[in-house]
């Protein structure tokens, strides 16, 4: 019975080892492509970083509101966050390359999932850029028109448009990662309603001097001083 | 020059039959038929007193009038004013227009109406704008005479006004060209003015015209081709000048986008012209100076404040990213004032416009909406100039304009900081 024990501990032990001796040189080899891994995505960080610096993307961040909401968060500036996403991105990549050498059949899956899901995060983050772009130019626009036109209410119209053009680009950017795609359509669909119904009130409680002013002036029926104070410039 | 695509061939057929000329007479238009006809007449009478012996065309070019325009400016019958001044032209006086749009581009009929110059070898050739209800046939020869005889290439107009009329004008657009290109030219975005054959020719073969500025605001760029050209340059007194005949808010973005935005882009464009350039020199100027008339203009002063007051808390974010941090805390403390106790003086002005050229130049945000966010400041400065010159007189005005206009050039090495080195 002890020989037994004993045999079968040795033939566990030496399997242990000869598996050890079989993983390894695969260990060692992911260890190895985590390091190299890491030295290009750091390489690959600080290559983004110095070409958006020359091409001043973060002015372009900035003009775009971007700058802004990242100071109220408190998180680092535009250029040092696009930089860290490429430079964790990439060797994440680099890791999970690793982990597939070491040929676990439960993580394959997982990874090339991850390779798949790569561009489309890369889509996603472009929307994401573009939609908070196109919200900050409207929504300054908005609100030069509006304030040169004297409308009440400016700031409100310039936020309610950067917050649908956000949303829009936001649904589009969850709609190409494919989260929880029902969810979000129903979410963003009520928020939607939500923020539509929420703007219609305040209109019709605080806009109402604004909608006024409109028909006012549409129908010309505005008082004649608010007519006559403009002096020619030219 | 792309003078056979934007001539259209009946206009060049018709500039065939007429020859070559010595004189041209350009009349851009679009929906001004309750004005042209007497504006054609002056012109008449100006061309049969003046330069009778001269060969002389007008020239409509019409950004597609809905109301019969052009068909008043060609049929306008000379007949009228020959018997009228009893003068009688040696040559045949022609008139002849084209529509060069189907919607009104000034820089596209002002480049027009110089390549039809150019095409017939005009000496001279004179802009007249078809609002002018005021003209007298004596301005064709005032704006005319100086090219024609004593070779001026530019003939710029000084007009009289009512006293609280181009303030945009008087605040800005003189006091910074002046301090940018050092000449005193008063009306460096004239209506009414007058260029030789040479600066015309020079001034076409400019690269702007594919730019929105050469078709919104080429009068500007004509101004400063002069004088970086080293052109001979004078200004003449016409007259008064006709009032607007409206005057809305859409207006004012408008005027300063072809004006403001014209002349913050010449400076990208020129800065080697100007960044030596200290302090200004005087134009040669001739003619009678009028007194401004002090007929009373209906103003709301208090709704001028609030638009002012406004404008700086609503667009403190925009103005954050364009004026320096303790001139954006001076125009929130005036912000604050009552229409009694407001001020805006000529320093903060002066600073305030060159921050805003320096963030056009360096495009910190999209740049129409730079000259955008300049609208309500200035309308706080066409409030402190109308509370400073309330009872003032012609003379207390132009003073009142000269000191604007020394702060700019004060401030220009603020501007040459600023441009260079961002804020």
């Known amino acids: 019975m002890r020989e037994i024990i004993e045999s079968e501990l040795i033939q566990a032990w030496q399997e242990l080892v000869r598996g050890f001796a079989h ?212 | 020059m792309a003078e056979e695509t934007l001539l259209t061939d009946e206009f060049l057929r018709q500039l065939m039959t007429v020859g070559e000329v010595d004189i041209v007479v350009g009349l851009p238009t679009h929906n001004n038929s309750r004005t042209i006809a007497p504006v054609v007449r002056a012109i008449q009478a100006g061309i049969l007193k003046c330069f009778p012996r001269e060969r002389v065309v007008i020239i409509n070019a019409d950004g597609g009038s809905q109301d019969g325009t052009p068909e008043i400016v060609t049929g306008a019958s000379i007949d009228d004013v ?20 189907r919607t009104p581009e000034p820089g596209t009929a002002l480049r027009t109406i110089l390549a039809a110059a150019d095409l017939l070898r005009a000496r001279a050739c004179v802009l007249i704008s078809p609002e002018s209800t005021t003209i007298e046939p004596e301005w064709i020869q005032r704006l005319l005479r100086p090219v024609y005889n004593d070779s001026f290439d530019l003939v710029a107009p000084l007009y009289c006004r009512e006293k609280f009329e181009g303030l945009l004008m008087r605040n800005l657009l003189y006091p910074m060209t002046r301090a940018i290109y050092g000449y005193r030219i008063h009306e460096p975005y004239a209506s009414e003015f007058a260029v030789s054959g040479r600066l015309a020719t020079d001034f076409l073969s400019q690269e702007l015209w594919n ?35 409206h005057r809305s808010a859409s207006d004012i973005v408008a005027a300063m986008r072809r004006t403001v935005g014209a002349l913050f882009f010449t400076l990208d464009k020129n800065f080697s012209d100007w960044n030596t350039i ?20 209906r103003v709301n002063r208090k709704r001028l404040r609030d638009m002012f007051a406004t404008g700086v808390a609503q667009l403190e974010p925009v103005f954050r990213s364009i004026l320096l941090p303790s001139t954006l805390s001076e125009l929130q403390k005036m912000a604050s004032f009552e229409v009694r106790e407001f001020k805006y003086s000529a320093d903060l002005w002066a600073r305030t416009t060159f921050e805003f050229a320096a963030a056009y130049h360096k ?30 007189s012609n003379d207390d005005i132009e003073k009142n304009v000269e000191s604007v206009c020394s702060e700019f050039e004060r401030l220009k090495p603020h501007l040459l900081e600023i441009w260079v080195n961002g804020k």
Request: aromatic share 12%; hydrophobic share 50%.
């Open chain 1, 23 to 234: 993983y390894l040189p695969r260990l060692i080899v992911m260890l190895i492509v985590a390091f190299i891994g890491w030295l290009f995505a750091y390489l690959l960080k600080l290559l983004v970083r110095s070409t958006l610096r020359v091409t001043k993307f973060s002015r372009l961040s900035e003009s775009a509101g971007a700058t802004q909401l990242l100071n109220q968060a408190a998180l680092p500036s535009s250029t040092e966050l696009v930089s860290r996403f490429v430079f964790w991105v990439a060797w994440i990549g680099f890791i999970l390359l690793g982990v597939s050498v070491l040929g676990i059949v439960a993580l394959q899956e997982y990874i090339a999932r991850f390779f798949l899901f790569l561009p489309r995060l890369f889509v996603a983050t472009l929307l994401l850029f573009f939609g908070a772009l196109a919200a900050g130019f409207l929504s300054r626009a908005a609100l030069l028109a509006a304030v040169n036109a004297n409308l009440r209410s400016s700031r409100l119209l310039s936020i309610s448009i950067r917050i649908i053009v956000s949303i829009f680009a936001l649904s589009m950017a969850f709609e190409v990662l494919g989260i929880a795609e029902q969810t979000m359509l129903i979410f963003f669909g009520t928020l939607f309603g939500a923020i539509m119904l929420g703007l219609a009130i305040a209109f019709g409680i605080g806009g109402k001097d604004l909608a006024r002013e409109y028909l006012e002036r549409r129908f010309g029926t505005a008082k004649k001083d608010e007519k006559e104070d403009e002096l020619s410039p030219l």
């Open chain 2, 82 to 101: 020959w018997s009228a001044s009893k003068v009688y032209a040696l040559r045949t006086l022609h008139s002849i227009s084209t529509r060069y749009a």
């Open chain 2, 211 to 245: 730019d929105e500025w050469g078709r919104i605001g080429a009068e500007i760029f004509l101004t400063t081709t002069a004088i970086t050209g080293q052109y001979r340059v004078c200004q003449v007194f016409l007259g008064p000048k006709a009032p607007a005949t």
């Open chain 2, 278 to 297: 200290t302090g200004s020199q005087p134009v040669p100027t001739s003619g009678d100076p009028c007194d401004v008339t002090s007929e009373m203009v």
């Open chain 2, 363 to 392: 495009s910190v945000i999209n740049r129409d909406h730079i000259i955008q966010a300049l609208v309500p400041l200035y309308r706080g400065r066409s409030l402190a100039f109308l509370l400073e010159n309330r009872d003032g």
